[in-house]
């Protein structure tokens, strides 16, 4: 094991004491990072050990990403020939272009979160956590193409400073950090991330191609908000090839996610399939008014939903941890999401806000199914 | 005991720092909340309630021996309601815009919890010039905050600083550049995010509270 002997003659300079005590959190990420570390939470009273830590269970949430984010990167290239008139059978050529779109801004979303992360674990003298590997990926995923990179960065500081670092950091977080990135860009930047007219690159990476100006395409969501028919065929929402944030337009990617994450017993099946029920149940009571061309299951294919329900709403940290609660909580998310679309005009998407506002919901939803456990057993132990 | 002595010094400017009453008390944060999208209206704002804490304590000072203390408080308040009054209609007739702006806020200093209490907690207690000083250091100390997070807030917000423009108009998106103004900031939320900030920043420095 040479990467191991390399790590280890290392050690010593990064511990306390040692010349480059300054970076040890940084060592230690990086260490626990290739290796599963030896010292373990000691065992007292009743407890579970798992052979798998966190750092590998987040990373088969990135696995489970990979999918929509390749397709993301296909579909920003596909998308951009289409507005210019280009030929749209160069599947090689659409991936570049949108592997270069979509780079700088991974680049930045980690660069940036993983840089507050360690510095605030050194000052505070803890080890830096995880959580952000999927963040710092998730972040890019939910943004518009054309987001500049400074607001993005904005955004994720904002995001891992005040709903992340100021609870207490990764596992403490009441909301998820991905989505508050994105709706502080939504409030603060309204008019990157209006939802209705978005998201085709237009000029900034004008090197690889040439450039259009001032066009936007609607998405599907923006045109059932303004009333207009939707111009995209049900079997285009469910492959993705559609104008819509990078990670979230393809169902058919974001359901291999989804069975990844089920498989390797990461994500909640509960709050998935809840998620897509109560969206169902409120989709069919509740349709569009004057939308002809749109069946009510659509409302599931298009817009974040398929993404905020697969890799949103089954954050362990802030969905519901009692199994039946999980349930309700997927459940109001679904319905709450359409709910918001449906009803205001003025959030044609209603993902992202629905899954924020039950993440504050969580904590009340188990506490009583907990209480209720707890009256149940009472009883019994009356009689 | 001499008008600038040592505990009258303090009296003055324990609420401008250590004992501030937004960053501290966490008293006053409605109205830093709603008056502060722009530096003006947060500096008329902060002025007006420092004019009225310093007056009404120094009237409820020179009253504290005659009041009885079943009634107390609804005395307080005409005295702060006339104050508020005068006040409001002086706005109004010289700085009519800002006035406008504040809107009811400007009423709503009446129900601020910083007047109430330095009456109930000072001016009962200590005489007119101790209580006069102790309104003007703790109306400063709000407005200080007011002021800061005004500031910022047009800044980053509207790009202006009392209206004039800071960040040139090439930088803007519209004009080819890359900057957008931040649309959160005109919000009250970004406004308790701020004053948070603040708190931080605050508590950080002075470690020993």
Same mark, same amino acid.
């Given at each position: 094991?040479?990467?191991?002997?390399?790590?280890?003659?290392?050690?010593?300079?990064?511990?306390?004491?040692?010349?480059?005590?300054?970076?040890?959190?940084?060592?230690?990420?990086?260490?626990?990072?290739?290796?599963?570390?030896?010292?373990?939470?000691?065992?007292?009273?009743?407890?579970?050990?798992?052979?798998?830590?966190?750092?590998?269970?987040?990373?088969?949430?990135?696995?489970?990403?990979?999918?929509?984010?390749?397709?993301?990167?296909?579909?920003?290239?596909?998308?951009?020939?289409?507005?210019?008139?280009?030929?749209?059978?160069?599947?090689?050529?659409?991936?570049?272009?949108?592997?270069?779109?979509?780079?700088?801004?991974?680049?930045?979303?980690?660069?940036?979160?993983?840089?507050?992360?360690?510095?605030?674990?050194?000052?505070?003298?803890?080890?830096?956590?995880?959580?952000?590997?999927?963040?710092?990926?998730?972040? /890019?995923?939910?943004?518009?193409?054309?987001?500049?990179?400074?607001?993005?960065?904005?955004?994720?500081?904002?995001?891992?400073?005040?709903?992340?670092?100021?609870?207490?950091?990764?596992?403490?977080?009441?909301?998820?950090?991905?989505?508050?990135?994105?709706?502080?860009?939504?409030?603060?930047?309204?008019?990157?991330?209006?939802?209705?007219?978005?998201?085709?690159?237009?000029?900034?990476?004008?090197?690889?191609?040439?450039?259009?100006?001032?066009?936007?395409?609607?998405? /599907?969501?923006?045109?059932?908000?303004?009333?207009?028919?939707?111009?995209?065929?049900?079997?285009?929402?469910?492959?993705?090839?559609?104008?819509?944030?990078?990670?979230?337009?393809?169902?058919?990617?974001?359901?291999?996610?989804?069975?990844?994450?089920?498989?390797?017993?990461?994500?909640?099946?509960?709050?998935?399939?809840?998620?897509?029920?109560?969206?169902?149940?409120?989709?069919?009571?509740? /349709?569009?008014?004057?939308?002809?061309?749109?069946?009510?299951?659509?409302?599931?294919?298009?817009?974040?939903?398929?993404?905020g329900a697969v890799f949103m709403a089954t954050d362990?940290?802030?969905?519901?941890?009692?199994?039946?609660?999980?349930?309700?909580?997927?459940?109001?998310?679904?319905?709450?999401?359409?709910?918001?679309?449906?009803?205001?005009?003025?959030?044609?998407?209603?993902?992202?806000?629905?899954?924020?506002?039950?993440?504050?919901?969580? /904590?009340?939803?188990?506490?009583?199914?907990?209480?209720?456990?707890?009256?149940?057993?009472?009883?019994?132990?009356?009689? | 005991?001499?008008?600038?002595?040592?505990?009258?010094?303090?009296?003055?400017?324990?609420?401008?720092?250590?004992?501030?009453?937004?960053?501290?008390?966490?008293?006053?944060?409605?109205?830093?909340?709603?008056?502060?999208?722009?530096?003006?209206?947060?500096?008329?704002?902060?002025?007006?309630?420092?004019?009225?804490?310093?007056?009404?304590?120094?009237?409820?000072?020179?009253?504290?021996?005659?009041?009885?203390?079943?009634?107390?408080?609804?005395?307080?308040?005409?005295?702060?309601?006339a104050l508020v009054t005068i006040v409001s209609n002086?706005?109004?007739?010289?700085?009519?815009?800002?006035?406008?702006?504040?809107?009811?806020?400007?009423?709503?200093?009446?129900?601020?919890?910083?007047?109430?209490?330095?009456?109930?907690?000072?001016?009962m207690q200590n005489g007119p010039w101790e209580s006069?000083?102790?309104?003007?250091?703790?109306?400063?100390?709000?407005?200080?905050?007011?002021?800061?997070?005004?500031?910022?807030?047009?800044?980053?917000?509207?790009?202006?600083?009392?209206?004039?423009?800071?960040?040139?108009?090439?930088?803007?998106?519209?004009?080819?550049?890359?900057?957008?103004?931040?649309?959160?900031?005109?919000?009250?939320?970004?406004?308790?995010?701020?004053?948070?900030?603040?708190?931080?920043?605050?508590?950080?420095?002075?470690?020993?509270?």
């Amino acid at each position: 094991m040479g990467l191991k002997k390399i790590l280890d003659n290392m050690k010593p300079a990064f511990s306390e004491g040692g010349k480059l005590s300054a970076f040890g959190s940084l060592f230690d990420a990086a260490e626990t990072f290739f290796f599963v570390p030896n010292e373990t939470a000691k065992v007292r009273g009743a407890q579970i050990h798992d052979a798998i830590d966190s750092k590998r269970s987040i990373f088969f949430v990135v696995i489970a990403l990979i999918p929509a984010l390749l397709f993301g990167m296909y579909n920003i290239g596909l998308q951009h020939n289409i507005a210019i008139g280009a030929c749209t059978e160069d599947i090689c050529g659409c991936f570049l272009y949108g592997l270069a779109a979509m780079l700088p801004k991974i680049v930045v979303s980690y660069a940036v979160g993983l840089g507050i992360e360690v510095a605030i674990a050194q000052y505070k003298k803890e080890e830096v956590h995880e959580g952000f590997f999927v963040t710092g990926i998730l972040i /890019p995923m939910i943004v518009p193409v054309n987001c500049p990179l400074w607001i993005l960065a904005v955004a994720t500081a904002f995001a891992v400073i005040f709903a992340k670092e100021v609870f207490g950091g990764t596992g403490m977080n009441i909301f998820n950090p991905a989505l508050v990135t994105r709706a502080f860009l939504f409030f603060a930047y309204p008019a990157m991330m209006s939802g209705d007219k978005v998201w085709v690159n237009e000029n900034y990476i004008d090197c690889i191609n040439g450039t259009v100006d001032g066009y936007s395409a609607a998405t /599907p969501l923006g045109q059932l908000g303004a009333g207009e028919p939707v111009t995209y065929s049900a079997m285009d929402t469910i492959i993705g090839t559609i104008p819509g944030s990078i990670g979230e337009t393809s169902v058919i990617a974001i359901a291999i996610g989804a069975i990844i994450l089920i498989w390797a017993g990461i994500a909640s099946w509960k709050i998935i399939v809840s998620t897509f029920v109560g969206g169902a149940l409120m989709a069919y009571v509740l /349709p569009y008014s004057g939308a002809e061309n749109f069946e009510w299951w659509e409302q599931l294919t298009v817009g974040g939903f398929a993404f905020g329900a697969v890799f949103m709403a089954t954050d362990p940290v802030t969905a519901a941890r009692t199994e039946c609660g999980k349930y309700i909580y997927g459940f109001l998310i679904g319905a709450m999401a359409i709910i918001i679309r449906v009803l205001n005009p003025g959030f044609p998407e209603g993902m992202m806000l629905a899954i924020l506002l039950m993440n504050v919901f969580a /904590p009340l939803i188990d506490y009583c199914f907990v209480q209720s456990n707890i009256n149940k057993r009472a009883k019994r132990a009356a009689k | 005991m001499s008008l600038f002595s040592k505990e009258n010094g303090e009296v003055f400017k324990s609420p401008l720092n250590l004992n501030n009453p937004v960053a501290v008390q966490v008293l006053g944060i409605c109205s830093a909340l709603a008056v502060t999208s722009q530096l003006k209206p947060a500096i008329v704002m902060g002025l007006s309630v420092t004019v009225i804490t310093a007056f009404s304590n120094v009237i409820i000072s020179l009253l504290r021996k005659t009041i009885p203390n079943r009634i107390r408080i609804i005395v307080q308040l005409v005295v702060v309601a006339a104050l508020v009054t005068i006040v409001s209609n002086i706005l109004k007739a010289y700085v009519y815009d800002v006035s406008v702006q504040l809107s009811v806020y400007v009423g709503l200093i009446i129900t601020n919890c910083i007047l109430m209490g330095r009456l109930e907690a000072f001016a009962m207690q200590n005489g007119p010039w101790e209580s006069f000083l102790d309104g003007v250091g703790n109306g400063l100390g709000y407005a200080f905050v007011l002021v800061v997070v005004g500031f910022f807030r047009e800044l980053l917000g509207f790009g202006t600083i009392l209206g004039f423009q800071v960040i040139p108009d090439s930088c803007y998106m519209e004009n080819g550049g890359l900057y957008f103004n931040n649309g959160m900031m005109t919000m009250p939320a970004m406004a308790l995010i701020l004053v948070a900030c603040f708190i931080w920043a605050h508590r950080s420095i002075n470690k020993e509270q």
